[in-house]
């Protein structure tokens, strides 16, 4: 890993389970939602809400393109009306108002992995560092809270791109950003069709398996943690 970083001078980061994970292992599915939902969520059927979720993931991906956080909170709340409906959950519109703004305002849903500052502290010193995230307009926010946006000189967001990746446009963005040709740049994230889309450019790939869902074999150079960048 070393030597391929070496090689390198920008590295893009994903930032879901890459450089931070939900706090309630969920990233839709908050501590807020399941405590006011709690109890009626418990007794719906699995499959029900493997369908509820894809339904509202469609949903989500679908419509990326945001400006602001009153937009994004008005989406998380067409987003949460759309699961207690398939769910029969009969949140009111005052349960559903609480779950958006706290899923867009609450910066302690999101969590940073241990290593995370020292990695980034590190890294900085020696490489131009980007984000390239499928997120919305809070992370901002978010990243601030954590203490990590400064150690940032670029970041390509899908809320401002209007598309998620594996999209062309997405890795598009982030080399016009940072003004360096691809086979110059590495792309770190947690999903293998992501990397792939990367690697299309000739951005070098590294699938990251802090989550265990991801720890799975690739063509990438694989790491468990943030710290085997070092």
């Keep these: 890993m070393h030597d391929l970083l070496k090689e390198r001078s920008v590295i893009f980061f994903d930032l879901g389970f890459t450089l931070l994970y939900p706090a309630s292992g969920d990233w839709t599915f908050t501590k807020m939602f399941c405590e006011i939902a709690s109890g009626r969520l418990e007794k719906c059927d699995p499959e029900l809400i493997r369908k509820a979720r894809a339904q509202g993931a469609d949903y989500l991906n679908n419509n990326q393109l945001l400006h602001n956080e009153t937009e994004e909170t008005e989406q998380f709340s067409r987003y949460y009306r759309m699961i207690s409906d398939i769910l029969d959950l009969d949140l009111t519109e005052s349960d559903i108002e609480t779950i958006s703004r706290d899923r867009t305002c609450n910066t302690n849903n999101y969590l940073l992995y241990p290593d995370a500052v020292k990695v980034l502290q590190t890294l900085v010193k020696t490489h131009r ?6 997120t919305s307009p809070s992370i901002e926010l978010k990243l601030q809270a954590l203490k990590i946006r400064q150690y940032f000189a670029f970041a390509t967001y ?32 947690d999903r293998p069709q992501n990397l792939e889309g990367a690697a299309k450019f000739g951005i070098a790939p590294v699938l990251i398996a802090a989550n265990p869902a991801s720890d799975i074999e690739t063509p ?11």
Excluded: H, W
């Design 129 to 134: 560092l980007g984000i390239l995230s499928d």
């Design 220 to 230: 990438y150079p694989k790491i468990r943690s943030l710290s085997e960048l070092l």
């Design 158 to 189: 899908s809320f401002a791109v209007g598309v998620c990746k594996p999209d062309p446009r997405m890795y598009t963005d982030a080399l016009q950003k940072c003004g360096c040709d691809a086979n110059k740049t590495v792309f770190i994230d």
